[in-house]
């Protein structure tokens, strides 16, 4: 049974930075796409970040500049670095991954088959 388990949320204040990691189990993840996905408190969840198994990556607007995804496929770990931390990014961060390894950087929520349970980053201004 394949796992995802986030780590590394918090508070800090804007400007700040984290870096959340999701460590995977139950098989390999390295020929698969990851992808990182929030939700913020009465907003839907939305793409946030993906990087596909050669290390071709994908932002989202909101997050171009400030946020990078890596994986350690060694680790079979994936990993995201905020920078420049606003308020605005206070949300519940999950990692995903897809079952079908042809998906090369797909940002859909339909896409994600396995999902983590979620860390909660909270920013304040």
């Known amino acids: 049974q394949a796992q995802l388990v986030e780590s590394g949320g918090g508070l800090v204040q804007a400007g700040g930075s984290l870096r959340l990691s999701c460590a995977a189990s139950?098989?390999?993840?390295?020929?698969?796409?990851m992808g990182w996905f929030r939700q913020a408190p009465g907003k839907e969840r939305e793409f946030v970040a993906v990087?596909?198994?050669?290390?071709?990556?994908l932002y989202a607007d909101s997050v171009k500049g400030r946020f990078t995804i890596a994986r350690d496929n060694a680790k079979n770990t994936l990993y995201l670095q905020m920078n420049s931390l606003k308020p605005e990014d206070t949300a519940v961060y999950y990692c995903?991954?897809?079952?079908?390894?042809?998906?090369?950087?797909?940002?859909?929520?339909?896409?994600?088959?396995?999902w983590g349970q979620g860390t909660q980053v909270t920013v304040s201004s």
């Open positions: 995903a991954a897809p079952s079908d390894s042809r998906s090369y950087l797909p940002t859909r929520e339909s896409t994600y088959d396995y």
């Open positions: 139950g098989r390999t993840f390295r020929t698969y796409a």
């Open positions: 990087i596909s198994s050669s290390g071709s990556t």
